[in-house]
């Protein structure tokens, strides 16, 4: 009797429209046909395109209030769908129609109403006359409001600052960093060859269907995961452009809605236009690219992270640079780890730094090279805890150290971990195994050795004597150094001291594509937990110079091309980590309670400069950053265990982040797939001043 029933209304129905091959419509159907679905998709999908902020409160099977304050609205008992109250079967008004009040005594009673209690969509979706349907559409958004306000509460989750990457870029003319840049990012190493032109199905905001309707799009413009977006067949009409994370569920390669099911519908704006959509997507289609078939397996499986809550690393204490201590993992965003440490007792003492972070290692690392720990003293322990397998770690290349190498007492240039936009005189103060140096800056090292920091030889945050003059930068001379300007032939003849061989360096230099004035968003490691919007300012070949939009040249950082705490344009917003937005004058000063720090003397830079934020805009969860401070006597000083270190590579290989296979990442269509080339640079000693990213000689010859 039903299925006569259904066959009757869907013989009275005008007939719709039919699906080609493409999964388009002709043109539009009617509201009123569009307005009732045949799935429960279909329904969320009404559900979601409806305003929000209307006053409507939900309890299940109960009165629903309108808008106006009027009694009108309830849900169905039986398959959870809202309506209108007076439009419901029967008097008691529990079910939305004949076919439910029938189906709540029958044998899957039980299982529908689990299900909806579970959250989970009903099996079923009844008719119901919509008397009032607009009422009804409220309603449910309402609910949905509800459900998704209660699943973000119970997420926790760094909440996403609401900056406008796609204006900030279109206003002032800028340009992204592409995600190749950025292989430890999601699709860093499947990014390959997406770029202005591609198209991709997204959904179709020029539409009055109430149903999710699709369209063709094409990339405008390309800023790290964000795209500008045009629908085909505007043309050179960018009225309708928008900005997208090509990451996000909603879009897909070109073919995704045929093979789902899914209607293509030009935007009402142009539906004019053209007679004949289908042959105008055919002949527009026709030898362009798109996104690879598995584009989103793929993501899915590069946002896997193999760290783990409660897992044990030892890390960097923040109070003393010298030593290590152990944390455990509190917190994964996108790859960032948030480690408390193990002796923290509310929690509060953390620190914040990527997983391929230099400053994180397993548990027996310190005891491994000889570097300084500070033992836990934890009486409680903790259940589920686990020390993190060694393979997650980032691995070093091997070194070899039976021949020349470094020495303790010789000198070189470095970039000071306590104020990273300085590069400063140092020594290397101590030898470990392994390929690591304890190295300390000239002229503000304290007697204990307490503020030694640790970089390995191949680190590219240490550079061979000469290095600042040759690529004219600003070398800081060490404290109360009063001879000046700077000159390095005087100063070791002065200590008596020698340079480190500039063989010992690392002269690797990746063709990492980035170029001065591109924008992307970066770690502030002062503030380890903040990340914000920032540029590109200067190129020294493998070397960036890292500038805070909307701040003073004075918080500027050095980091390597290479930097697990460098992203692209939208990896905040994909993530659901925090962007700190370009900081606006008002907020850049310092409150009136808090006494202005004064300017530094010019000849010397190297004391630790901390950024500035608002007490308004401070995030939470950070207990303070790097600091120098005297030595304490609760640690343990190490011997070295000289053991080979397992692997050479630079990146262990993990479940879709950091691996090194490269899969094409746009598919053609009717179109050769093109392969970029890649080109290796190496450095040779000799004298140069050239600033860039290629090859090319960066070291001068010592004087004798």
């Known amino acids: 009797m039903e299925d006569a029933r259904d066959l009757a209304e869907r013989s009275s129905r005008p007939e719709r429209k039919r699906r080609d091959s493409f999964g388009m419509f002709d043109g539009y159907e009617s509201s009123e046909e569009s307005s009732s679905s045949s799935s429960s998709e279909d329904s969320e999908d009404e559900v979601r395109s409806i305003p929000a902020s209307l006053p409507i409160i939900k309890n299940n099977g109960q009165v629903y209030t309108y808008p106006d304050g009027k009694a009108g609205m309830a849900t169905c008992e039986m398959c959870g769908m809202v309506g209108v109250r007076d439009a419901f079967y029967s008097k008691t008004k529990r079910f939305c129609s004949v076919s439910c009040s029938r189906s709540y005594s029958s044998n899957s009673k039980k299982a529908s109403i689990l299900a909806r209690l579970q959250g989970k969509p009903p099996t079923k979706k009844a008719k119901v006359l919509q008397k009032q349907p607009l009422m009804a559409k409220l309603a449910a958004y309402a609910q949905y409001q509800a459900n998704q306000q209660s699943q973000s509460k119970s997420k926790s989750v760094v909440p996403v600052e609401g900056f406008d990457w796609g204006q900030y870029i279109c206003s002032n003319n800028l340009v992204g960093a592409p995600v190749s840049c950025f292989k430890h990012v999601p699709m860093g190493t499947f990014w390959g060859d997406i770029t202005e032109g591609v198209r991709v199905e997204v959904l179709?905001?020029?539409?009055?269907?109430?149903?999710?309707?699709?369209?063709?799009?094409?990339?405008?413009?390309?800023?790290?995961?964000?795209?500008l977006l045009r629908y085909e067949g505007f043309d050179n009409d960018s009225s309708h452009d928008f900005w997208c994370n090509l990451c996000i569920p909603e879009v897909h390669?070109?073919?995704?809605?045929?093979?789902?099911?899914?209607?293509?519908?030009?935007?009402?704006?142009?539906?004019?236009?053209?007679?004949?959509?289908?042959?105008?997507?055919?002949?527009?289609?026709?030898?362009a690219k798109t996104l690879p078939p598995d584009f989103a397996t793929k993501l899915q499986e590069s946002t896997q992270y193999p760290f783990k809550k409660l897992m044990r690393v030892e890390v960097v204490d923040k109070t003393h640079l010298c030593r290590t201590r152990v944390a455990l993992v509190e917190q994964v965003i996108g790859g960032r780890l948030r480690l408390v440490y193990e002796e923290s007792q509310d929690g509060t003492d953390d620190f914040w730094c990527h997983m391929y972070s230099p400053l994180i290692h397993c548990i027996g690392w310190s005891r491994s090279i000889g570097h300084r720990f500070k033992?836990?003293?934890?009486?409680?322990?903790?259940?589920?805890?686990?020390?993190?397998?060694?393979?997650?770690?980032?691995?070093?290349?091997?070194?070899?150290?039976?021949?020349e190498w470094y020495k303790d007492g010789m000198k070189l240039e470095a970039i000071d971990p306590l104020n990273l936009s300085a590069i400063c005189v140092a020594t290397v103060r101590k030898v470990l195994a392994d390929g690591y140096l304890m190295i300390g800056i000239d002229g503000s090292e304290a007697a204990d050795g307490s503020d030694w920091f640790c970089y390995h030889s191949t680190s590219p945050s240490i550079f061979p004597v000469g290095?600042?003059?040759?690529?004219?930068?600003?070398?800081?001379?060490?404290?109360?150094?009063?001879?000046?300007?700077f000159k390095w032939f005087d100063y070791l003849r002065e200590t008596g001291s020698i340079a480190a061989p500039v063989k010992l360096f690392n002269?690797?230099?990746?063709?990492?594509?980035?170029?001065?004035?591109?924008?992307?968003?970066?770690?502030?490691?002062?503030?380890?937990?903040?990340?914000?919007?920032?540029?590109?300012?200067?190129?020294?070949?493998?070397?960036?110079?890292i500038h805070f939009d909307g701040w003073e040249d004075e918080y500027d950082q050095w980091v390597d091309c290479e930097s697990p705490d460098l992203y692209p344009v939208g990896w905040c917003q994909l993530t659901g980590y925090q962007l700190q937005p370009p900081a606006a004058q008002t907020t850049r000063e310092t409150p009136p309670n808090v006494t202005k720090q004064k300017k530094k003397a010019q000849q010397y830079k190297g004391q630790k400069k901390k950024r500035k934020i608002p007490v308004g805009r401070r995030p939470v969860g950070f207990g303070g950053s790097l600091r120098r401070s005297s030595f304490s006597d609760d640690?343990?000083?190490?011997?070295?265990?000289?053991?080979?270190?397992?692997?050479?590579s630079r990146r262990p290989p993990t479940s879709g982040v950091g691996r090194d296979c490269s899969l094409n990442s746009e598919a053609s269509l009717q179109l050769k797939e093109e392969t970029p080339e890649v080109d290796e640079f190496t450095f040779s000693q000799g004298i140069s001043d050239q600033e860039s990213n290629g090859s090319g000689s960066y070291y001068i010859k010592q004087e004798p």
């Open 204 to 227: 179709n905001s020029d539409t009055h269907l109430s149903t999710k309707v699709y369209w063709i799009a094409g990339i405008v413009k390309l800023a790290g995961f964000r795209a």
């Open 467 to 485: 290095f600042c003059e040759i690529n004219s930068i600003e070398l800081t001379p060490p404290r109360g150094y009063n001879k000046l300007p």
């Open 375 to 403: 033992r836990s003293d934890v009486s409680k322990k903790i259940e589920g805890l686990i020390d993190a397998p060694s393979q997650l770690f980032m691995k070093v290349k091997d070194v070899d150290q039976s021949g």
């Open 507 to 545: 002269h690797e230099v990746p063709n990492h594509g980035f170029r001065e004035g591109m924008k992307l968003e970066a770690v502030d490691l002062m503030e380890p937990r903040l990340v914000c919007v920032a540029t590109v300012t200067r190129i020294i070949h493998r070397l960036l110079r």
């Open 253 to 287: 390669p070109v073919g995704w809605c045929a093979s789902n099911g899914k209607p293509l519908v030009p935007p009402k704006s142009i539906q004019h236009k053209c007679a004949n959509w289908k042959a105008f997507l055919v002949k527009r289609l026709t030898g």
């Open 635 to 648: 640690e343990e000083q190490t011997r070295p265990h000289y053991v080979p270190h397992p692997s050479g």
